[in-house]
């Protein structure tokens, strides 16, 4: 079980700064996030199922955004954040 | 809600959406709380056929575009339906396995413009969005399905992007047709259908396109905005990307009216329904995009004299000012009241036609789009 520590800005979409989701990558793992929470959808990823310009994804710790995104593989992961990136400054 | 003597105007920002209250003197206005706080509203309108409806195009640059409404003339809102790309289904790779790019693979950027329908139609929205996408909603909002002779257009792969992005941001309903509907694509052109968007034929004829080697294409015209006049359907006003035009056909010609003015690039246009045969354009500087010569000014076009008319002296209100293609609005009452929102985010009013003009006291973040919501509209 994934420990998800979500953006407090994503709350008004519903989820909590905190979930537990079992998923074996982040697309899986999104896809379980906006299957609790519907207006998650389209908010975190666009309607080609990419990620968002200014969503970051950290596996354990890493970005994973601009690298491997909604493919990362998450068998061995423990720790997903999920933060919107510095825009501006 | 009931229909009530408040005039309102609404205002799409860069940082959100605003609903300005006033009595029909149009003189004293009341700015309320921001709502949508961080996103980029390109559009905010009212349905006049459910009053207290207003719906509003707003872009998130975190979380992307959605349509939200409020029942209540703005005071609570609520995200519907949002349409999507029409290869949402598809989630094809960006790349094919010949190292093409897929032309097809890219989402809504940005949602542009709201119509609400006809009166004899009124559970019917249309929305424009980019890149170069129309839908239409035949419940409200709650869903929305693409308009398929545009969104899929055989040209689509020849149409390129304008500055603003690749905006559907006209959308004209003739209210003696329902059959009949026009648009207007940046860095497209303008087109008309007459067959309910069944298809749709190019109407750029007459309109110069300086920036293309071709100077008179069939699409490829840069249009900014378009107004139709309305006590003649036919009539419309165009401000192009190369300068202010006029159509008396259906857009099937479209005559150049600004060369008088000397520079006569904008973004915008307006003709009010209690003043048939006018039409009121922002003149910006073509280079610099804020008007020219220093100061706030207004163009109103007599259609029957053929004749301009500047409604601003220098003095009246110094400055250089941005106009977006959303940025100025008229209303519906008699005489009618101009309404302009700047990109330094002043709101300039004018409630007798542009006779006499004040700014809304508050300062705005920059300004998209205006529109008027006052009473008696239908």
């Known amino acids: 079980m994934l420990d998800v520590h979500l953006d407090s800005w994503l709350r008004e979409f519903g989820p909590r700064s905190h979930e537990k989701i079992a998923a074996d990558s982040v697309d899986q793992l999104l896809d379980a996030l906006e299957s609790r929470y519907p207006r998650l959808r389209f908010k975190l990823r666009d309607e080609t199922g990419q990620l968002r310009r200014y969503v970051r994804v950290f596996v354990d710790g890493e970005d994973v955004s601009a690298t491997t995104g909604v493919a990362t593989p998450l068998t061995q992961a423990e720790s997903i954040d999920i933060l919107h990136s510095i825009a501006g400054g | ?378």
Request: aromatic share 10%.
């Open chain 2, 1 to 378: 809600m009931k229909r009530d003597n408040k005039v309102r105007i609404l205002v799409g920002t860069r940082k959100g959406t605003y609903v300005v209250e006033g009595d029909p003197s149009r003189r004293h206005w009341k700015v309320g709380p921001a709502a949508h706080v961080g996103s980029e509203v390109y559009h905010v309108v009212a349905d006049p056929r459910h009053p207290g409806d207003i719906y509003a195009a707003v872009n998130s640059g975190f979380w992307g575009p959605t349509v939200q409404r409020s029942r209540n003339w703005g005071k609570t809102w609520k995200e519907i339906a949002t349409p999507l790309s029409p290869m949402q289904k598809d989630r094809k790779p960006l790349f094919d396995d010949s190292g093409n790019q897929n032309e097809v693979e890219r989402p809504i950027a940005n949602l542009w413009h709201i119509e609400p329908g006809r009166p004899s139609e009124p559970d019917v929205l249309y929305l424009g969005a980019d890149p170069h996408l129309l839908f239409r909603s035949s419940d409200l909002g709650a869903s929305w399905a693409p308009n398929r002779a545009m969104n899929e257009h055989p040209k689509r792969k020849d149409w390129s992007p304008g500055a603003g992005g690749a905006c559907l941001h006209t959308i004209l309903l003739d209210p003696r047709s329902p059959d009949r509907m026009y648009v207007g694509l940046s860095a497209v052109g303008t087109f008309r259908s007459d067959d309910n968007g069944e298809s749709w034929t190019p109407t750029n004829r007459g309109v110069e396109a300086p920036f293309l080697p071709d100077k008179h294409p069939e699409t490829g015209q840069c249009v900014h905005d378009v107004a139709m006049d309305a006590a003649d359907p036919d009539t419309f006003y165009r401000q192009d990307h190369g300068g202010m035009y006029v159509s008396h056909d259906r857009m099937g010609r479209w005559t150049r009216i600004g060369k008088p003015l000397g520079d006569d690039f904008g973004f915008t246009v307006a003709s009010p329904s209690t003043a048939p045969g006018r039409a009121y354009f922002v003149r910006l500087d073509g280079m610099a995009r804020v008007t020219g010569e220093g100061h706030f000014q207004v163009h109103e076009w007599n259609d029957r004299t053929r004749r301009w008319r500047k409604l601003l002296s220098p003095a009246a209100f110094p400055g250089h000012f941005g106009v977006h293609r959303e940025g100025i609005a008229t209303d519906t009452l008699d005489p009618p009241g101009i309404y302009v929102g700047t990109t330094t985010g002043h709101l300039f009013v004018s409630p007798d036609a542009g006779r006499s003009w004040q700014l809304v006291r508050y300062s705005f973040p920059g300004i998209h789009s205006v529109s008027v919501a006052s009473p008696g509209a239908r």
